[in-house]
């Protein structure tokens, strides 16, 4: 079985030897007082650009369109989950595992809005963090809601500061509420 694969490998290698030596010899070399070739004159312009730019355009707006639509989708979620883990905290009284793994989504959720708004880390700290996990969690729902608004206004093409600014106070009493000890 090794003796045929080498068999074949070297008469592979020895054909293809073969084959570039023939191809070498067909080539001719350039003749001395044959003509340069001339460059093509440069074409005008289209006014409009050309139909593979207008392509690349309407793809880059339909994408465009289509983060910002998740972008929606997520502030929709994220006002959603506020509003159930306030729910979830006034019946129970205390903080559930679906409360906790729904504050991670929310945390998420508001990282991935930041992002999408051209925001980045901010190390601000919160303004008037709240002493309860009660008013800490209504507090948040509200922000998930005015998150929301926020984002429902905002045009694809526009970079929200309030936007940047909600996101950012959310993840941050997010870790606010997870530092406060529950009763």
Do not use: C, W
């Amino acid at each position: 079985m090794v003796l045929r694969t080498l068999r074949a490998s070297v008469f592979a290698a020895a054909f293809v030897a073969a084959l570039s030596v023939g191809a070498q010899a067909q080539s001719t070399p350039p003749k001395a007082d044959a003509p340069l070739p001339t460059p093509e004159p440069q074409r005008r312009p289209r006014p409009l650009g050309s139909p593979e730019e207008e392509m690349l355009r309407r793809a880059e707006i339909r994408h465009e369109e289509e983060n910002h639509r998740e972008m929606v989708e997520r502030a929709d979620e994220a006002a959603q989950i506020g509003d159930e883990i306030f729910a979830s905290f006034k019946q129970n009284n205390s903080l559930t595992r679906d409360d906790v793994k729904k504050l991670e989504r929310l945390e998420k959720l508001a990282r991935k809005i930041r992002g999408g708004a051209g925001g980045s880390d901010d190390d601000k700290q919160l303004p008037d963090p709240p002493g309860k996990v009660e008013r800490a969690l209504s507090r948040l729902a509200s922000l998930a809601g005015d998150l929301k608004k926020s984002v429902s206004k905002t045009s694809r093409l526009v970079i929200s500061a309030a936007v940047i600014e909600r996101s950012n106070e959310m993840i941050e009493l997010i870790r606010h509420i997870r530092s406060i000890k529950q009763p």
